[in-house]
């Protein structure tokens, strides 16, 4: 079975300094990994998704994430942090076979000081 | 296009009573999906429609849950009797086709069991 694991429970950066949020997954062949955002009381939304293409993976807001096969990881970047990034995020592998679902991790809760 | 509709957003209840949540996918959305998340855990699936039938319900625990989609549309998850350890957010996903790998969520039903 497909897993991820996210290194940091939480993160906390200044405004205007990079994120750097960490997953590694574990997977038997190539997998689709995903990076979803959850603000308080809304719901999970998109921001990239890796499926075998290109390695970097730009998303929504200044996001991006690079798929490093040799290291297992799916690691999330943003350059600049704004306060509006506060948020939960999920990185989330695809189980593909009979099953098809989404499996997410532990997440990580990003804090941003002013 | 609108997205997916869940109701109500919180609900309380005390233990050993029943509760239902509604959802309404994407318009055309063939895969529908239920969530379960418990505070500070990331999402675990409960169960997976295809149209109206069930595609994965492995997750689901079918002593006190039970989910149903019986036009293709809309779909409603029911606990009963509710547990202490069923509070979490119920999430409500839905995708295009099966294989899509990308799916798009609801805001969620907060349930709080007493």
């Known amino acids: 079975a497909q897993s991820v694991t996210q290194l940091d429970s939480h993160v906390s950066v200044s405004e205007g300094t990079p994120v750097l949020l960490r997953c590694n997954y574990s997977s038997s062949y190539s997998p689709s990994l995903f990076w979803y955002v959850q603000h308080p009381n809304k719901g999970l939304q998109l921001l990239l998704k890796y499926t075998s293409a290109a390695t970097l993976v730009k998303g929504i807001n200044g996001f991006e994430a690079e798929f490093k096969k040799s290291e297992t990881s799916f690691h999330l970047t943003k350059p600049s942090a704004h306060m509006s990034d506060a948020a939960e995020y999920f990185c989330?592998?695809?189980?593909?076979?009979?099953?098809?679902?989404?499996?997410f991790g532990s997440g990580t809760r990003l804090q941003v000081q002013p | 296009e609108a997205g997916v509709a869940q109701s109500p957003r919180y609900k309380i209840i005390e233990k050993r009573q029943s509760v239902a949540f509604w959802c309404n996918p994407i318009s055309g959305h063939a895969t529908l999906y239920w969530y379960q998340q418990i505070l500070g855990q990331g999402p675990k699936l409960l169960i997976q429609f295809q149209n109206n039938g069930v595609v994965d319900d492995s997750q689901l625990p079918k002593d006190r849950f039970s989910a149903e989609r019986l036009k293709g549309v809309d779909s409603t998850l029911k606990i009963q009797p509710a547990k202490l350890e069923d509070s979490a957010v119920y999430l409500c996903?839905?995708?295009?086709?099966?294989?899509?790998?990308?799916?798009?969520f609801g805001p969620g039903t907060r349930l709080l069991v007493l």
């Open positions: 989330v592998v695809f189980q593909g076979g009979g099953r098809r679902a989404l499996t």
């Open positions: 996903a839905s995708s295009p086709v099966t294989g899509e790998e990308t799916q798009y």
